[in-house]
């Protein structure tokens, strides 16, 4: 385990390389720990047991490598060498998805660094605000429904990956960044880049007109099925 600034065991287990953070993150709720950066280079943070009702948001100007503050559930939480390992305590239900929680788990990850997501194990309410990241990587394996993502401009190709189904999922990129999106298992009400298609069975492969010999780019790829699925781009967060 990486260095820490001591433990608190009574919130978060016994195996947690955390410290309690200040200043308080802005909603100035408790409780809030932080991972220290240490020598990292870049980030990974890992959902290894599926999450339900989170938001990650990112900050250029943190101290530390991640600041976190979960909800009415703690998981387990470990880091090392610049990996953050989140693992929720297994449902009481056989359907995790129809968890309802309070209120929601906060990350906030410090952009200074590159980043790779993934959460496995599937994800429902999830908000990502990532424009202020520089994106590795996205991976959301095992279903995802309820899902928002704000991206930033790509550096290279960058894959976002839905594995095992998308269920009301949007996401946003950067107006006239380069995209490719590829859907495995048929889509109901799918919007791409203005483009919309009712009902379309088999596999898609749509792609924006600036694709091809482009540097920077996103490739997408949905396994699974896309039902109310939209990926398009925001006015908001020009490239």
């Not at 950067?174 to 009712?198: K, M």
Request: hydrophobic share 35%; glycine share 12%.
């Amino acid at each position: 385990m990486m260095e820490s600034g001591g433990m608190d065991r009574k919130n978060l287990g016994d195996s947690v390389p955390t410290h309690r953070a200040h200043p308080k993150d802005r909603s100035g709720a408790d409780p809030h720990f932080a991972v220290p950066i240490g020598s990292a280079t870049r980030g990974r943070l890992r959902f290894t047991g599926g999450a339900h009702w989170l938001v990650v948001r990112a900050e250029l100007h943190l101290p530390d490598l991640c600041q976190v503050r979960f909800g009415d559930r703690m998981p387990t939480m470990g880091a090392r060498r610049g990996v953050v390992s989140v693992r929720y305590p297994r449902f009481l239900t056989d359907d995790w998805l129809s968890y309802q929680s309070e209120r929601p788990a906060h990350l906030t990850l410090n952009a200074s660094l590159p980043w790779d997501v993934e959460v496995r194990g599937g994800v429902s309410q999830l908000v990502a605000e990532l424009r202020a990241l520089r994106l590795g990587s996205l991976l959301l394996e095992g279903g995802a429904s309820r899902v928002e993502v704000m991206l930033p401009s790509p550096s290279g190709t960058v894959a976002v990956l839905i594995l095992g189904g998308a269920s009301n999922v949007t996401i946003y990129r950067p107006a006239g960044v380069s995209a490719r999106l590829r859907v495995e298992g048929g889509a109901t009400n799918l919007t791409f880049d203005g483009r919309h298609t009712g009902a379309a069975g088999g596999e898609l492969d749509l792609r924006t007109s600036n694709h091809d010999g482009a540097t920077d780019r996103y490739e997408f790829a949905i396994t699974g099925g896309a039902n109310n699925v939209s990926i398009e781009g925001d006015e908001r967060s020009e490239p």
